[in-house]
């Protein structure tokens, strides 16, 4: 297969492309030594860079980095010794209160000893991007990460890439039409005057620039053709450009480009880039809920041999909340938790839970969720304007910030074929609930795009109620609903009550699980008891991941659990157990299924 993103290369100010055609990209690829499957990093991994690292104590390790956007934490690493097993290190913090904003396309390089991320951090509800460099001699220690600092920014420009040069000075390339240069003074984040490097050529939207030097050349290689099914990599001004791109081609990999080179110890060129799973119908489907992947394909740079890698499988999870453990690494919050208070696990009278204090705020939200900052209102030109918060910078007991967050916690989807189940503890009456109070499971792309699984407390919804409980009169729902801003039209939401039958436990767990059906519809289920010998699962609803995809550009599929009061200003405390998410199988090209766990990579 062809990467559907084109990759373009240029020289700059030399420019000298090696031989050949767009590299192909491969779904498997196998070469003398071993085999892969891409995507090497599966689920929302956008934007990747990678660097290898050959000398000091980090040698002869690949390091990657990805845009996170809105998520918390942001911009994860993975390191790789092989190519093969690629890990999660600790992650940096963005926040910001759009929903596709955030840290933005990230540069990872190495350096005299230091690891440099440099990214951009966009809110443009409240300014340009900005760019920020992190720095680092030890990746391994989150506390090792020097605070963001903030690099002098030309206006409107994202995508910054970091070059250090022969003579020590250090470049740094941006997006635009055309592309653009400064020098970075990395102790200061002064930069100079930009210069222009290249305009790209032609498909639009140049961005994703990285710099390399080989050869005596420096050689300029950009993103081109915006991240849909037109994206390309290309180099400045490579007779045989794109140098990958999927575009036009009836590929399962769609939308490659914004890539990224790296040679590994062995001398061997590999490149990274973006790709979306499906083939171009599915994409015009809006059929893509992981959205952006990183894919790895072998270079020839310009004599060497293929390289060598192998996939990553995906994590599953299987997390139980015993008491002394923590979140996984591998889970993410939607923006920087207000309050961390709102999490934890295993209360005292609680073991092996996750409690989320439910927060006012549903998964959609509310305008008053985010009205708190705007800038030039309509009768207001050039001002910032800040909603006066209830609480002051001191703020007291009374302030509960769990209110203004989002009680929920996710996970990416990385497979095609997935089961995702958590139990959920619902007192069997609505005695310690108000009427809307909701805790569930989501498949999540943003506040504007998601399905949430719950069990609501309702009062007796027509003659399909239950006895009354309870003095509130409230009882438990399950309830579906979606949100889309792309798919219409969204389906009204489905209830149903949550059986008598299994509600006559003091404690009662019910498990929701969401499974693919195939690869555009996904079920949901229900069962009571929350164990392995579950009863008979009960269907709740089946639903196109048309209503998840398609945000444009950056995020992909999360899978999730949530407590909500849906704008109740109570708030309660929610209990979830045994979290599980099993691979299950990739899609790896048109009718080829990878079962997820037969495919470790023979050596
Ligand atoms: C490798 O890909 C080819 C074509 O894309 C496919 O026919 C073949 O079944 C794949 N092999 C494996 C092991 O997935
Ligand atoms: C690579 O790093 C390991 C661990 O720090 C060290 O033992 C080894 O000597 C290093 N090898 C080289 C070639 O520097
Ligand atoms: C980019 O295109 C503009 C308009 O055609 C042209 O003026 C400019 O010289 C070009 N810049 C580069 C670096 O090629
Ligand atoms: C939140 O703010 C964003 C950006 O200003 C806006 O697009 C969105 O509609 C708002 N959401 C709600 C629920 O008001
Ligand atoms: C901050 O607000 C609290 C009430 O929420 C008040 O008790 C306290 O005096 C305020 N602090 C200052 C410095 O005004
Ligand atoms: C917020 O309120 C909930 C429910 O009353 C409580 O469990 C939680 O501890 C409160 N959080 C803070 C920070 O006070
Ligand atoms: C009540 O049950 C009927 C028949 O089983 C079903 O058609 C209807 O959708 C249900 N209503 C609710 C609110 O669950
Ligand atoms: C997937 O399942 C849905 C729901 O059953 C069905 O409507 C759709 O046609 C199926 N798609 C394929 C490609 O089988
Ligand atoms: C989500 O919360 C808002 C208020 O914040 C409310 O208007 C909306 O109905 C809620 N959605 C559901 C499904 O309850
Ligand atoms: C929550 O409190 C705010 C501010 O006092 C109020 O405007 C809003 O109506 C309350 N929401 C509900 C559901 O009572
Ligand atoms: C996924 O869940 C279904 C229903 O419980 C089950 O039949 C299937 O074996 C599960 N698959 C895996 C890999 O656990
Ligand atoms: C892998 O699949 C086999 C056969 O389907 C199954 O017996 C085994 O439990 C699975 N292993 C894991 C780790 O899921």
Request: hydrophobic content about 35%.
């Amino acid at each position: 297969m062809i990467l559907s993103a084109r990759a373009l290369l240029a020289l700059v100010p030399l420019l000298h492309l090696s031989n050949a055609a767009p590299a192909a990209i491969a779904s498997n690829v196998t070469t003398t030594v071993r085999s892969y499957n891409n995507p090497i990093l599966p689920g929302w991994h956008s934007d990747p860079s990678c660097v290898f690292v050959a000398e000091g104590p980090y040698n002869n390790t690949a390091f990657c980095t990805t845009s996170t956007f809105m998520a918390f934490p942001g911009n994860p690493l993975y390191d790789s010794r092989d190519l093969t097993t690629w890990k999660l290190l600790p992650e940096i913090r963005t926040a910001t209160n759009q929903q596709f904003a955030g840290m933005f396309a990230n540069t990872l390089r190495h350096h005299g000893g230091a690891f440099y991320l440099i990214s951009a951090w966009i809110n443009t509800a409240v300014e340009l991007p900005r760019f920020v460099l992190f720095t680092t001699t030890d990746p391994y220690d989150d506390a090792a990460w020097s605070d963001g600092r903030f690099v002098e920014t030309p206006t409107r420009t994202i995508d910054p890439d970091i070059f250090f040069d022969d003579d020590g000075s250090v470049v740094m390339a941006s997006s635009g039409n055309p592309i653009i240069a400064r020098h970075l003074d990395v102790t200061t984040g002064k930069t100079s005057e930009a210069w222009a490097l290249w305009n790209g050529t032609g498909s639009g939207s140049t961005e994703g620039p990285h710099l390399y030097r080989k050869d005596g050349w420096y050689y300029l290689l950009v993103a081109e053709g915006g991240t849909q099914l037109g994206h390309s990599a290309t180099w400045k001004p490579c007779p045989s450009n794109p140098f990958v791109s999927n575009s036009g081609a009836d590929s399962y990999f769609q939308t490659v480009g914004h890539a990224d080179l790296f040679q590994d110890g062995a001398g061997y060129w590999w490149g990274i880039a973006l790709s979306t799973r499906g083939g171009p119908e599915l994409y015009n489907d809006l059929i893509f809920p992981m959205g952006r992947e990183t894919v790895l394909y072998p270079v020839s740079w310009p004599e060497g041999e293929w390289p060598i890698a192998e996939q990553v499988l995906g994590e599953p999870d299987t997390v139980d909340f015993a008491p002394g453990t923590s979140i996984p690494h591998n889970w993410i919050y939607w923006r920087t938790p207000f309050d961390p208070n709102t999490f934890s696990i295993s209360d005292e009278d609680h073991p092996n839970t996750l409690r989320i204090t439910a927060s006012r705020a549903n998964l959609t939200a509310d305008a008053a969720f985010n009205a708190s900052l705007s800038i030039s209102d309509e009768d207001h030109p050039n001002t910032l304007r800040i909603t006066a918060s209830r609480a002051n910078l001191t703020a007291d007991a009374a302030f509960n910030a769990s209110l203004e967050g989002l009680g929920a916690v996710f996970r990416r989807q990385e497979h095609s074929y997935f089961n995702f189940s958590v139990n959920l503890h619902v007192p069997p009456n609505g005695a310690e609930r108000a009427e809307a109070d909701e805790l569930g499971v989501s498949n999540f792309l943003n506040q504007d795009q998601h399905v949430g699984i719950g069990v609501v407390y309702l009062p007796p919804q027509g003659s399909n109620g239950t006895s009354k409980r309870a003095a509130t009169g409230l009882e438990p729902y399950f309830r579906v609903r979606a949100d889309s801003v792309r798919y219409a039209p969204v389906p009204e939401p489905v209830i149903a009550p949550v059986p008598s039958a299994w509600l006559q436990d003091g404690d009662a767990v019910v498990r929701l699980r969401i499974s693919p059906r195939n690869e555009s519809h996904y079920e949901v289920f229900a069962s009571q008891g929350g164990g392995d010998d579950d009863g008979e699962p009960m269907p709740l609803a089946i639903y196109t991941t048309a209503l998840l995809s398609g945000d444009g550009a950056g995020t992909g599929g999360l899978l999730g659990a949530y407590a909500t009061t849906n704008g109740g200003n109570q708030t309660f405390d929610a209990y979830f157990g045994r979290r599980r998410y099993e691979p299950v199988g990739q899609i790896i090209d048109y009718g080829v299924i990878v079962p997820a766990n037969g495919t470790a990579p023979a050596e």
